[in-house]
């Protein structure tokens, strides 16, 4: 699932980031699909130096792959927030004729209560997004 600066963006926030992070599940059988889709896409052979148990072992696996100047920084929590907590309020987008699952405005909100800069900027227009939406679906 597409959360932190991406899933932001995709909310309508104007901002950068240099990574992609994704919400994932750390089953063993998900971790080899990620390393299979990594290297599907990638060509890198360190795609299988992943180990089943990393996820669960790290608060951050950055993969950062040589072809573009973007890491991948795959999660298996978020603070309180994992992949089950994550899908009950996810929002499905298509890009490209590819549907993605994207962060929910809820759940987005409660994975940005971090103390950067960053995370209060993008939990400022947040908590707004989601205050106009909500006025909205009073009337």
Do not use: Q
């Not at 240099?18 to 060509?43: G, H, Q, T």
């Not at 180990?51 to 298996?76: G, H, N, Q, S, W």
């Not at 809820?106 to 994975?111: D, N, R």
């Amino acid at each position: 699932m597409l959360v932190g600066g991406c899933a932001v963006i995709l909310h309508g926030y104007f901002r950068t980031t240099n990574d992609i992070d994704l919400l994932v599940d750390p089953s063993p059988n998900n971790v080899m699909k990620i390393r299979e889709a990594l290297y599907e896409i990638f060509k890198e052979g360190e795609v299988w130096e992943i180990k089943d148990e990393d996820l669960l072992k790290y608060t951050v696996l950055r993969y950062a792959p040589r072809k573009i100047d973007t890491t991948i920084d795959l999660m298996a929590r978020i603070g309180s927030v994992d992949i089950e907590k994550a899908l009950e309020d996810v929002e499905w987008i298509d890009v490209d004729k590819t549907r993605i699952p994207l962060c929910g405005l809820t759940t987005l909100i409660e994975t940005k209560k971090g103390v950067r800069p960053k995370d209060k900027d993008d939990l400022l227009f947040l908590r707004g997004k989601k205050e106009y939406a909500e006025e909205k679906d009073k009337k």
